[in-house]
């Protein structure tokens, strides 16, 4: 590179009082205009408003700038604007360099060092935008479709939605069956809907949408490529039933050898039981029966009478040497609607669940006060009692430090959600132990006071133990009230658990194989909380659902129609733009030793054996500079980063 003739202008933003109230930005002006190159040099108070980003329209024009510096906020939050007001004016975006003299100077110090800093930032800035050259962006097609990950309500709706927009969508399913969780449920908190008449519609819709292709019963394996053209293989789980041929009559089920269910129903958390061969729930979609090799005779000795292959009959639904197919499919985005898990309740030992038969996961009870459910929607203890007196404990499993630190948002309202419906259904008493009661919602608050005035108890305070009251089967619960401040001892017939959420616990394996971020609970990461909440650091996947964080029904279907909202606007570009700052390989310097191409996280860099050289996809690179600095014999340079304008800058700064 040879040094340009350069004219540069300097823009200082006092950012209201931000910078200027830390920072003499008059002195910082009248500085930077003594700096080599520096032709102009203004402050203003709001450099990013309208009227700043004239000032430098204008300057461009009439005063024939080649660089412009502009000292302001992070550029992560306005460099894109600066670009975008040079650019407007005819100069090349990237002959614009910012300085962050907020973040890294008028926050983080007081009095004179502030301006002195900002002066050393500001004279780094200048030595270094001379060495800048223009770059070009490049365009990438995009293609026409869209993979969605989770068939759970999140997963539904985003894919509803971009089917009912024209776009080809992908939903893939680990289950044998979509619905997700919301499938589990009996009511709605706090309007105490039908779960299953909000869901099955749309679950059957996806299934007859022909922009849809479902694959449940499915996991994906691997992702390659970029925004735009990933390049996704998903594992097809056999289920030993052809879907286009099974009507879903049930008859083999009917027909199979084990007259009674013997083996857990894993839909119904165990608490029901079900045949080697099975539906998962009567809603179920698809509407197709599967059999399970662990437990089905056939696949255990090879000896089973096949019953249900005569029931079947001419349709000839059922294939025991169906094996696991790999699919490989391209799309342009991807939604990712994982979802969550319930905490496990056995980790806190002293609330007896594993040991005690009659106390219950929240879970569990969705399901027995579910119609559909394994005790048709009676709520029985597991000798077959009504329960007279029931206990639900919140925050199992949240806003604890010994298992889970944050709030789950859910459990307040499903528990009191839970102690109305069991109220109604056994006329039993309801104590309701909380830490705090927490109902920031429409109609939450007045949902709480109509289980309030039912006659539900509410005590405040954690439960510290579970413990057999006598010998009839109750259980005892050992509370401090807090409000009363006494301890108390109340006997229960019953106990439920109000479980909070957490991330699912492959969730370090997906976000590797989508290679996007995970936060230090382990949900997966957006790019920023408020302005960007369901897109990712990596171009062209998005975040729907619990996947991101805890939240309810109305919130996850509001995040997944935002996230189908960003996939089809980036599909409906038709190409993107790639940002030019990326590394690129001096192939007549590289020595072949490879040492890039295991350090990329972008896996953006392959080895080209014929030439044997390293080779950077450009479209797949981001930028990041670790191949560029860990190069032993620095062939690999990076645009925007070239070795002259870090070297100057360094210059600058220590001059």
């Known amino acids: 590179m040879t040094q340009p003739s350069a004219r540069i202008g300097v823009y200082i933003c006092h950012c209201g009082t931000n910078i200027a109230g830390t920072v003499d930005v008059a002195a910082l002006r009248e500085y930077?205009?003594?700096?080599?190159?520096?032709?102009?040099?203004?402050?203003?108070?709001?450099?990013?408003?309208?009227?700043g980003q004239e000032l430098i329209k204008?300057?461009?024009?009439?005063?024939?700038?080649?660089?412009?510096?502009?000292?302001?906020?992070?550029?992560?939050?306005?460099?894109?604007?600066?670009?975008?007001?040079?650019?407007?004016a005819g100069l090349n975006p990237y002959l614009c360099h910012m300085v962050n003299i907020r973040e890294h100077d008028s926050w983080v110090h007081t009095g004179p060092a502030a301006t002195e800093k900002a002066k050393d930032l500001l004279r780094a800035a200048v030595q270094r935008v001379v060495w800048n050259e223009p770059l070009e962006r490049r365009q990438i097609p995009i293609r026409q479709s869209v993979l969605v990950v989770g068939g759970g309500i999140a997963g539904i709706h985003a894919a509803l939605t971009l089917a009912n927009a024209g776009k080809k969508v992908y939903l893939v399913e680990r289950e044998p069956s979509i619905g997700g969780h919301m499938a589990m449920f009996d009511k709605t908190f706090p309007t105490l809907d039908c779960a299953a008449c909000i869901l099955t519609p749309k679950m059957t819709a996806v299934k007859s949408n022909p922009n849809i292709t479902l694959w449940t019963y499915s996991e994906v394996i691997?992702?390659?490529?970029?925004?735009?053209?990933?390049?996704?293989?998903?594992?097809?789980?056999?289920?030993?039933?052809?879907?286009d041929l099974c009507v879903g009559c049930l008859e083999c089920v009917e027909?199979?050898?084990?007259?009674?269910?013997?083996?857990?129903?894993?839909?119904?958390?165990?608490?029901?039981?079900?045949?080697?061969?099975?539906?998962?729930?009567?809603?179920?979609?698809?509407?197709?029966?599967?059999?399970?090799?662990?437990?089905?005779?056939?696949?255990?000795?090879?000896?089973?009478?096949?019953?249900?292959?005569?029931?079947?009959?001419?349709?000839?639904?059922?294939?025991?040497?169906?094996?696991?197919?790999?699919?490989?499919?391209?799309?342009?985005?991807?939604?990712?609607?994982?979802?969550?898990?319930?905490?496990?309740?056995?980790?806190?030992?002293?609330?007896?669940?594993?040991?005690?038969?009659n106390v219950y996961t929240a879970l569990e009870v969705e399901r027995l006060i579910n119609a559909s459910g394994p005790t048709g929607g009676e709520l029985v203890l597991r000798d077959g009692r009504k329960p007279r007196t029931v206990g639900i404990i919140h925050c199992v499993g949240?806003?604890?430090?010994?298992?889970?630190?944050?709030?789950?948002?859910?459990?307040?309202?499903?528990?009191?959600?839970?102690?109305?419906?069991?109220?109604?259904?056994?006329?039993?008493?309801?104590?309701?132990?909380?830490?705090?009661?927490?109902?920031?919602?429409?109609?939450?608050?007045?949902?709480?006071?109509?289980?309030?005035?039912?006659?539900?108890?509410?005590?405040?305070?954690?439960?510290?133990?579970?413990?057999?009251?006598?010998?009839?089967?109750?259980?005892?619960?050992?509370?401090?009230?807090?409000?009363?401040?006494?301890?108390?001892?109340?006997?229960?017939?019953?106990?439920?658990?109000?479980?909070?959420?957490?991330?699912?616990?492959?969730?370090?394996?997906?976000?590797?194989?989508?290679?996007?971020?995970?936060?230090?609970?382990?949900?997966?990461?957006?790019?920023?909380?408020?302005?960007?909440?369901?897109?990712?650091?990596?171009?062209?996947?998005?975040l729907a659902g619990c996947c991101q964080g805890p939240k309810d029904i109305p919130d996850t279907v509001a995040q997944a129609g935002a996230a189908a909202a960003e996939a089809f606007q980036?599909?409906?570009?038709?190409?993107?733009?790639?940002?030019?700052?990326t590394a690129y390989v001096l192939e007549e310097v590289c020595s072949g030793c490879k040492t890039c191409v295991g350090l990329c996280p972008y896996n953006a860099i392959s080895f080209l054996a014929d030439k044997h050289v390293a080779h950077i996809n450009e479209a797949l690179c981001k930028g990041c500079g670790t191949c560029v600095a860990a190069c032993p014999s620095g062939s690999i340079r990076q645009h925007l980063f070239e070795d002259e304008q870090i070297f100057e800058e360094v210059h600058g700064i220590m001059a």
């Open 32 to 51: 930077a205009a003594t700096l080599p190159h520096v032709v102009v040099a203004r402050d203003y108070k709001y450099m990013c408003s309208d009227p």
């Open 58 to 88: 204008t300057d461009i024009a009439e005063n024939g700038l080649n660089r412009v510096v502009v000292a302001a906020c992070s550029p992560h939050l306005h460099e894109h604007t600066f670009r975008s007001a040079c650019e407007e």
């Open 222 to 243: 691997s992702v390659e490529g970029y925004v735009g053209d990933f390049r996704v293989q998903v594992r097809r789980k056999p289920r030993y039933v052809i879907e």
């Open 255 to 357: 027909a199979c050898v084990y007259k009674q269910p013997k083996f857990a129903d894993e839909f119904n958390l165990g608490l029901s039981k079900r045949k080697p061969i099975y539906l998962p729930f009567p809603q179920a979609v698809p509407q197709v029966v599967l059999i399970d090799p662990e437990t089905c005779i056939e696949f255990k000795s090879g000896k089973c009478r096949k019953t249900c292959v005569e029931a079947c009959g001419e349709r000839n639904a059922i294939d025991f040497n169906q094996k696991e197919t790999i699919e490989t499919i391209e799309v342009g985005a991807i939604i990712l609607a994982t979802g969550y898990q319930t905490f496990d309740a056995s980790r806190i030992s002293y609330y007896g669940y594993g040991t005690y038969p």
């Open 398 to 542: 949240s806003r604890d430090e010994h298992t889970n630190r944050w709030c789950s948002r859910v459990c307040c309202m499903y528990s009191l959600k839970l102690a109305h419906l069991v109220k109604e259904r056994t006329g039993a008493e309801v104590y309701n132990f909380y830490i705090d009661m927490r109902t920031p919602g429409k109609g939450f608050e007045e949902f709480y006071n109509r289980v309030a005035e039912e006659g539900v108890h509410f005590i405040r305070g954690k439960v510290a133990d579970v413990y057999p009251a006598n010998g009839d089967g109750q259980l005892t619960l050992k509370v401090e009230d807090t409000l009363l401040g006494q301890v108390r001892k109340i006997p229960v017939d019953m106990v439920i658990l109000a479980v909070g959420l957490e991330p699912r616990a492959d969730a370090t394996e997906v976000r590797r194989m989508f290679n996007i971020s995970c936060s230090s609970e382990g949900w997966f990461l957006e790019r920023h909380p408020k302005l960007a909440p369901v897109n990712t650091f990596t171009d062209g996947i998005f």
């Open 570 to 581: 980036l599909l409906d570009l038709g190409a993107i733009e790639m940002e030019p700052n």
